[in-house]
């Protein structure tokens, strides 16, 4: 598989309850970004990684969302007590190098909070 | 008032007809990306633009940098094309590849 892959692709979580949604980026690629999509709504960028380091993380909304990029490959975004304010899709992309580099999209996790 | 805006919001076309979707920012950005997104949430990235204009196949994109606005245009449309169309900026000085998105432009094309 030569994409970015996401999962798993649907997820449904009671409120209260903890989730951790995982994105592997293509190989070699230095950059990952997650994002938040609303329903109807433009994406909006959560965290940023460039290998292992997380250099971004204005975008998480609260302390109860969570990032990490351990060996600089696979990401995982968890999001402790969900609230219905977190049902969304959550993407992520990568891109191989800084600067003017094109990124490459997953096909995301829809997170529905009951 | 966001960064990034597009219109139209909604666009319905019938199948041959040339379509234009605009994209207005209002900060210094260093690229521009026009994105597709189809039903299911999969974004395919179409073109990345810093100046001038890029064609691949029907697409064609431009950009104004003096005026802050870009244009993507279709050219015998067709029902495949249907998606929502969605214009990024990366600002100048933000970290990385980070990216400010439009709301999008739902883009229905009838047979």
């Known amino acids: 598989g030569a994409g970015v892959s996401q999962s798993p692709r649907y997820k449904v979580a009671k409120r209260g309850q903890d989730v951790a949604l995982r994105c592997d980026p293509i190989s070699g690629h230095v950059s990952l970004f997650w994002y938040q999509q609303a329903l109807g709504q433009g994406p909006e960028f959560l965290t940023y990684?460039?290998?292992?380091?997380?250099?971004?993380k204005s975008g998480l909304p609260s302390d109860r969302f969570f990032a990490e990029r351990p060996e600089g490959s696979v990401s995982t975004l968890k999001i402790q007590r969900t609230q219905q304010e977190d049902s969304a899709v959550y993407l992520c992309?990568?891109?191989?190098?800084?600067?003017?580099?094109?990124?490459?999209f997953g096909n995301g996790t829809r997170l529905t909070v009951t | 008032k966001n960064e990034v805006e597009q219109s139209p919001q909604n666009l319905t076309a019938q199948e041959g007809e040339f379509i234009t979707i605009n994209c207005s920012y209002s900060v210094g950005i260093s690229a521009l990306h026009w994105l597709q997104q189809h039903p299911g949430g999969g974004i395919v990235s179409l073109f990345m633009?810093?100046?001038g204009k890029k064609k691949h196949g029907r697409l064609i994109a431009t950009i104004n940098i003096q005026e802050k606005h870009s244009s993507l245009h279709i050219t015998a449309s067709h029902p495949r094309d249907s998606a929502v169309y969605i214009c990024?900026?990366?600002?100048?000085?933000?970290?990385?590849?980070?990216?400010?998105f439009g709301e999008g432009t739902q883009l229905t094309v009838n047979p």
């Open positions: 990684f460039q290998n292992e380091a997380q250099l971004d």
């Open positions: 633009l810093s100046s």
């Open positions: 992309a990568s891109s191989s190098q800084l600067g003017n580099s094109p990124l490459h």
């Open positions: 990024a900026v990366r600002l100048r000085g933000t970290s990385g590849s980070r990216l400010t």
